[in-house]
């Protein structure tokens, strides 16, 4: 990623007025759908019930990035920082910002399972609450009385809503069940509002109100290849509920986990994927810490690089990844290099919420120099 002046992002074109709606066609598969003035074409899908792949919502993941075949967009939010110039010079766009000045002709990819899924808001009770890691509490909530269940996909997140009106985007870290329970994984960030209440003050019978399920990070089962998971820190929890998933199918697709963390300590529910992989002669499972001091005797490293050491030719795989954003601007271009094709490259990357990256961007603070998720 690099740094990109919203000054220079004016792009040239046949505007119309503001009154105007423009059309969004997406190539593949010839739906189209319309944009109200100022709307980014990730809104107007959603409100449209077409589903476009995204994670962060603020431009610096990439996991929405498109190719534009035909016309004009803007970038009046936050800048298009997941684009490098040559993405850019190659009409790749970002969806969760780009906003239409004329109809545009896209190159998308659809994620069609999780369309029918009807996002809302509910009241959620806090009903455990314990320490996982030093830094990491876990949560399980059900819906408070009279609540309906969240239907779902494993792998999708909630933004928890903030008596402020902001929100903060979590992963599930189970699959649906029959009584609706949800559970989280919060890893405290030094400094941040919300992980330090949850991890300080809040207990159970407490209330939360959460909005979703958001995110397109779920399982692809249109396809036989080998899967690999690798998750950084709490990057686990989403990636917990898909291997579920895949093992509740009774998939017979090798699968290979890898989890990354600092130390030893941090790979809060190793025994389990331990035990997945004592149980299933299909699955694998790799711990990697990358402080050798805390490594207690197991690999060290990046976890990337031990996928990479293991698996340098990824054409024939499915990866999905999920955890801190160093770890997914790392890997990205490593799996592509190695033969991966972009469109079997599934991700969550943990960055902070919308409003602060944007205040952060806005404030031209290097995001990377902060202390990210
Ligand atoms: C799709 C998705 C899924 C996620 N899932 C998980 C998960 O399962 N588990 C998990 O632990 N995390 C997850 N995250 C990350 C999580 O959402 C963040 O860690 C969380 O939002 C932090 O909230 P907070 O209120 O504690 O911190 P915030 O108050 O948002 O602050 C975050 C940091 O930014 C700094 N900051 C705040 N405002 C500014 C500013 N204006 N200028 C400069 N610095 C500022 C703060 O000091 C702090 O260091 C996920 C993120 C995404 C996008
Ligand atoms: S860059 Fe658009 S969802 Fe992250």
Redesign the pocket.
Known sequence: MIPVDRTRIVVRGHRRDNAHVFKVTLKTSGRQFSVVAGETVLEAAQRAGVALPY??RAGV?GSCKATLLDGRCEYPRNPPLALNADEQAHHAVLLCQAVPVTDLLLEAREVTSVEDIARRQLGMVVTEKWPLAPD?TGLRLLPARGERRLKRLPGQ?VDVLLEDGKR????I?NGPQADGMIE????H????????WVSSTLKPGDHLRVEGP??T?VPREDSERAMIFMAG???F??VKAIVEHFIALGTRRAIQVYWGARVAGDLYLRALAERWAGELPNLAFHAVVSDADGAAGLRTGLVHEAVLADQPDLSGHDLYMSGPPAMIDAAHPRFLAAGLPEERLYY??????PD?LA??IA?R?GIHD??L?
């Open positions: 994670s962060c993941c990491v997140y903060r985007p979590f992963s870290a989280m994984h919060v890893r960030v030094a400094g941040g509002g919300f992980t330090s958001l995110g990070f820190g709490t990057g929890a989403p969550d990357s943990f960055e902070y919420a602060v205040q952060i404030g603070a902060l202390p998720p």
